[in-house]
């Protein structure tokens, strides 16, 4: 699959909302047809199962002592209760589904029932920290970061040996998890044994979404944990090269997305993800600097691009409804649902959801549907399915201004599909709050060859244009402000 539709899931809420709605307890053993039948009728090709592993008491304490969390869950849950805060999904005691979600039995079943209407299953993999309840805490204390005395970022854990102080795990720019515990990098028994844990989940999803993903970059590492002994030399071997390399020997399939930041993309894609959060662009989209989302997307190779996931909201960022209006967001949903590599849809917000709930939590506030927001996911995923974005060969072109002295053609983000010779899809998106004008460079082979009709699958234009016009001048658009649409073109017969 080269441009999947991939739909997050919060596990946890979803399954409590399906049982308060149908009325019965529902795990991953006893979705109802309808879940899955209505996935396949979006277009979505992957599911990811957002937090469907086990977490342990230890963690879940954490989560329920910390003052500023608990005000965050009462501010999004005003009824909520001790129950409903079970913990962290990334601070993982084991990859195992918990009994209250279905348990392996039910993981299976789920992932069958997904294949039978064409989908597949990403879970999560956290390569950086565990859970504080995880056994190897106990049992191989040597795959953590320590140190022999207490300092701010650590935390006691008796061992054979003695006391030890094991690091919690951390981006380096935040406080750290106090939840987790620091995976070793430095030591390449901890690199085995993370590449077995790998190889465990082959067999039980399709790909894995790979949490905080530079923070294991040697360079990175090294710089993070720079206080901390290393209990080996330097190793200039990277881990995700080694994982990633034997993970697709056994299944060349399985698919690799990271989460990632800091400009480091390009490295990460070097290294063997199959797709890397595009970071930047969603920045530029959400804080409304469309100049600065066209500029970075221009400037990006095409291989880059495609190995890109793109999105506008996930279980870490704010609801894109909370933020943008409905023209501005309609004109920013067609832009990533267009763009080459991976879109990345999140669990609400094809219906307007507006409040981001904390990943501790186990219930959710429930929100009234938005018409207009659910109306034009509905028609963009359709028009989309219909044609050649996400099949055929997508490229991202650079318009050309209208006349001299004209800048509205930086206020486009244009989009070229190919699917069959003689048609093709053209997806237009003027950023800015006002009319603009651009000539179109189309790329597509013997132009000249045909007069072309074009239909706007998300509007009511429909255009004819001769062939040696578009070869030799472009295609002239002169659009309304926030417009967003999606031609479909072929002979004039």
């Known amino acids: 699959m080269n441009h999947p539709v991939m739909y997050e899931i919060n596990t946890r809420c979803w399954l409590r909302d399906l049982s308060s709605k149908n009325g019965r307890p529902i795990d991953l053993r006893n979705v109802p047809e309808l879940e899955f039948t209505r996935w396949q009728n979006l277009g979505f090709t992957h599911i990811w199962l957002m937090g469907s592993w086990t977490a342990g008491p230890l963690s879940r304490a954490s989560s329920q002592a910390r003052r500023d969390q608990l005000l965050r869950y009462v501010e999004v849950l005003p009824d909520c209760k001790e129950e409903d805060v079970v913990g962290s999904p ?84 935040f406080p750290a ?62 881990f995700w090269s080694t994982a990633i390399r034997s993970v697709k020997e056994a299944r060349p ?32 989209l959400v804080y409304r600097n469309f100049p600065e989302a066209i500029r970075h997307l221009k400037n990006l190779s095409p291989e880059f691009i495609n190995a890109s996931a793109h999105f506008l909201e996930n279980h870490d960022e704010p609801r894109i409804a909370s933020i943008l209006n409905l023209p501005e967001h309609r004109a920013a949903a067609l832009s990533v649902l267009s763009l080459p590599g991976l879109r990345l849809l999140h669990e609400g917000q094809l219906i307007g959801a507006r409040v981001r709930t904390p990943v501790q939590l186990a219930r959710r506030p429930n929100e009234p549907v938005q018409p207009d927001i659910a109306e034009m996911y509905e028609k963009l995923l359709a028009a989309i399915q219909g044609g050649a ?42 950023f800015a709050a006002h009319r603009s004008q651009c000539y179109a460079p189309l790329t597509i082979p013997n132009l000249v060859q045909h007069n072309w009709r074009l239909s706007d699958l998300l509007g009511e234009e429909t255009h004819e244009r001769r062939g040696d016009d578009l070869q030799n001048h472009g295609l002239y658009l002169d659009t309304s402000a926030h417009s967003a649409q999606l031609f479909h073109c072929h002979p004039v017969i």
């Not at 050309?400 to 699917?419: C, G, K």
């Open 253 to 284: 399939d399985f698919l690799f997305l990271a989460e990632v930041y800091w400009d480091l993309e390009a490295r990460l894609q070097s290294l063997g993800f199959d797709y890397t959060y595009d970071k930047r662009l969603y920045d530029y």
């Open 90 to 173: 990334y601070a993982i005691a084991a990859y195992q589904v918990p009994e209250g979600l279905g348990g392996e039995p039910g993981l299976k079943e789920f992932r069958q029932r997904l294949a039978a209407h064409g989908l597949k299953l990403i879970l999560d993999f956290v390569p950086n920290h565990v859970g504080l309840n995880h056994p190897w805490v106990r049992e191989r204390p040597n795959f953590f970061v320590q140190k022999t005395q207490e300092t701010p970022e650590t935390f006691p854990v008796e061992t054979r040996t003695g006391n030890r102080w094991f690091a919690h795990g951390k981006d380096p720019n």
């Open 389 to 430: 974005v996400g099949r055929g060969k997508g490229e991202v072109l650079k318009p050309r201004s209208a006349w001299p002295e004209n800048p509205t053609a930086d206020n486009y983000l244009i989009v070229q599909w190919q699917l069959l010779p003689d048609e093709f899809d053209l997806v237009v998106v003027n």
């Open 177 to 238: 998890w106090d939840d987790t515990a620091q995976l070793e990098y430095r030591n390449p028994n901890t690199h085995a044994a993370m590449i077995e844990l790998l190889h465990s989940l082959l067999a039980r999803c399709d790909g894995v979404r790979c949490d905080m993903a530079m923070l294991l970059l040697a360079d990175v590492f090294a710089e993070t944990w720079h206080d901390f002994p290393s209990p080996a030399p330097a190793d200039p071997v990277e």
